[in-house]
């Protein structure tokens, strides 16, 4: 009798110790966040740093063929580059360069963080930063804010590219 008492004992420490192995394993394969979701998290934070250090320079005059790196002055691609290269995204120089890098975003999947493009052939770059708003610099408004929803800037729309991922 004490050997069958044991055996019983033996086999329900093992169905508690296979129940508790199941159910941890299934916690852990079910709280964990997808690989994809913390991707996402990461563009998102990507995005907001790249916009709200655009956003400290709106004012800062345009100037054609700025030089890069510079801060006191900026044309449209030395803009971007520079925004994007604070967080460690390398762009190219012009942007007829830039509109090579990343992927194809339909208008209608615009995120902020997304590059956009006008004229055709494209003859100037914005970041897109949500809501039909991009952040530029062109002119006598230098770096500014603009809503490519309507008027000339959404007529001379011609592409985006993600470059965030």
């Known amino acids: ?17 296979l129940s508790l192995t199941l159910m941890l394993s299934g916690t852990a ?11 996402a998290v990461s563009a998102s934070a990507k995005a907001d740093n ?3 250090t655009g956003k400290k320079y709106l004012g ?10 510079s801060t006191s002055r900026f044309d449209c691609s030395s803009f971007t ?3 994007f290269g604070k967080q460690g995204i390398q762009l190219p120089r012009s942007s007829k360069q830039q509109l090579s890098v ?9 995120k902020p963080g997304d590059l956009v493009f006008f ?3 494209v003859h100037h770059v914005a970041v897109y930063i949500g809501n039909g708003k ?11 804010i603009s809503d490519m929803s309507s008027g000339w800037w959404s007529k001379n729309y011609t592409t985006a590219r993600r470059v965030l991922n």
């Open 1 to 17: 009798m004490t050997n069958f008492k044991n055996i019983r004992f033996g086999k329900t420490l093992t169905a508690v110790g």
């Open 134 to 144: 991009i952040m530029h610099t062109y002119g006598k408004p230098g770096v500014t």
């Open 81 to 83: 580059q520079y925004i």
């Open 119 to 121: 004229y055709s052939p």
């Open 102 to 110: 990343g992927k194809y975003v339909p208008r209608s999947q615009l």
């Open 60 to 69: 800062v005059p345009y100037q054609y063929g700025a030089a890069k790196g």
């Open 50 to 52: 790249i916009i709200a």
């Open 29 to 39: 394969a079910f709280g964990a966040a997808p690989a994809h979701a913390a991707t």
